[in-house]
Nanobody, 120 residues
Framework: QVRLEESGGGLVQAGDSLRLSCAAS????????MAWYRQGPGKEREFVAS????????YYTQSLKGRFTISRDSATSTVYLQMNSLKPEDTGVYFC?????????????WGQGTQVTVSS
């Protein structure tokens, strides 16, 4: 069983930066592909970024590439999402996800999410 716990969300102003963290625990979790998804108000959950188990491969939704960066620290089993130049449309609940095999999803394990609110 894998447990994921997100943190780092909050209320920021447009143009600010924020770094989200996802602490993963469980057997062999350092060998799992990890990802971030988000769900804005009244919207469906959407893919943000993913990273392979060894950190060598990263994938982003095209519209966010360049502003958001996913990374991981295998020693602490933590995945990060660095978000720069935030916009009000980035507002939403950000979820961490994990899968033992697929860096492109679908992902078997999910966290509870952390709220990010960007004011204009």
């Amino acid at each position: 069983q894998v447990r994921l716990e997100e943190s780092g969300g909050g209320l920021v102003q447009a143009g600010d930066s924020l770094r989200l963290s996802c602490a993963a625990s469980g057997r062999a979790v350092s060998t799992y592909a990890m990802a971030w998804y988000r769900q804005g108000p009244g919207k469906e959950r959407e893919f943000v970024a993913s990273i392979s188990w060894n950190g060598l491969a990263t994938y982003y939704t095209q519209s966010l590439k360049g502003r958001f960066t996913i990374s991981r620290d295998s020693a602490t089993s933590t995945v990060y999402l660095q978000m720069n130049s935030l916009k009000p449309e980035d507002t939403g609940v950000y979820f961490c996800a994990a899968d033992q095999h697929r860096v492109g999803g679908p992902f078997d394990y999910w966290g509870q999410g952390t709220q990010v609110t960007v004011s204009s």
